[in-house]
């Protein structure tokens, strides 16, 4: 990568813990979002009413976790061996089969996605940077990725200089 000058850092992804997380955010989803319906449809049965907007936030709210801990796993599998590669000039996104060679004026925006809660730290999102390319295509860094806050700042940093 000479055309990108002086290899600076590698920052590599923990596909292990996204995949661990997921499962973990998939098993407490599920019995959440069963508990809720069945409490609804005893409910239902009883001939009771009232008390269904709570149940379907638990329900929402079990279904969304098990959602997510899915997507977790897919990215888990898809991004398989994900490392970023920090060099003076740009970075290289590399993962399973795919390499992508980005230098700093190939970068069109750098958006700030970080989340600072509970629920986003477990599930990666307590760093959260969208690295938008000329070409419309779109590179994520979350908290899976080994010194991620560190390199979002970097290309941030650097995309900054560069158009100052």
Known sequence: MTELGAYIERFETNSRSRALRGLAAMAIGAPI???GVVLFLMGQEAGASGGEMFLGVVIGGGLGLMLMG?????????????TFTLYERGFVHTWSKSTTVVP????????????????????????GCLVKLTDGKKILINGFTEGAALLANDISDAVGRRRA
């Open 33 to 35: 979002a069963f508990f």
């Open 70 to 82: 899915a997507w977790a796993c897919w990215h888990a599998i898809s991004k398989r061996g994900e």
């Open 104 to 127: 700093w004026h190939d970068v069109e925006a750098v958006i700030d996605h970080t989340k600072k809660n509970v629920l986003a730290k477990a599930l990666g999102g307590d760093v």
